[in-house]
């Protein structure tokens, strides 16, 4: 190897190293929407997906989020689901699994519903957040997933949608309460003057 190639392999590296730390330092926003393993699954994903659809800038994390949510909001966007879904009791599958009782619930085991195979590797159940994530953009979270759906791209009508599918259950969990880390993130965000939407 020449000395120039080596030189060019140093920069390439430190460039690399560069930004790796600017990643981990949350420059652009929560970990959670860069992490790949929680985001994506393991899935092989474009990265310029990944890039467009999740570094946009900061996002208030879905429990500081919840706090401020109007669940009365939640059927509103709820009717967008519905041409798929039921969300009450005895509604059945229909094009989807039926969404009572989701929250909390193992990803992918609504009884007697076939789900594709998107789903079936997807550890962990119906969190706020996991349900905040995929329905930000459901086929980059779950690739290959059959849910014929783009996503809701607006934060705070997530919240209201997530923060109402909470009460369609038999036994309504709490909303989680926002971590140290969702308010130090949030707090470190207000500090550095940008708007919080
Ligand atoms: C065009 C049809 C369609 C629309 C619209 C749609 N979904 Fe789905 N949804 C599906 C299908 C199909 C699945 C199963 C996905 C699979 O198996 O890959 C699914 C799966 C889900 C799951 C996973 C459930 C489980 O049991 O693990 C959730 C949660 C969900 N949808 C929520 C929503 C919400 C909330 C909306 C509206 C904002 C919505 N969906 C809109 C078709 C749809």
Known sequence: MNNRILI???????????LSILQSSGVHGPARYRT????????????????????????TPIAIRLAEADAGRGPATAARCRTCHSFEQDG???IGPVLWNVVGRDIATGEGYRYS?????????WT???????????RIWAPGTKMGFAGLGDEAERADLIAWMYQQADAPLALP???ADDLAAFEAHKGQGAHAD
């Open 177 to 179: 309460e926002p971590s």
């Open 128 to 138: 706020a957040e996991a349900l905040d994530e995929f329905l930000l953009r459901p």
């Open 92 to 94: 059945g599958h229909r």
């Open 117 to 125: 195979g998107a789903f079936k590797d997807i550890e962990g159940n």
């Open 36 to 59: 790949a393993d929680t985001v994506f699954n393991g899935f092989p994903v474009s990265k310029t997906a990944i890039a467009s659809h999740f570094e946009k800038g900061f996002t």
């Open 8 to 18: 060019l392999v140093a920069i390439l590296f430190s460039a690399f190293l560069g």
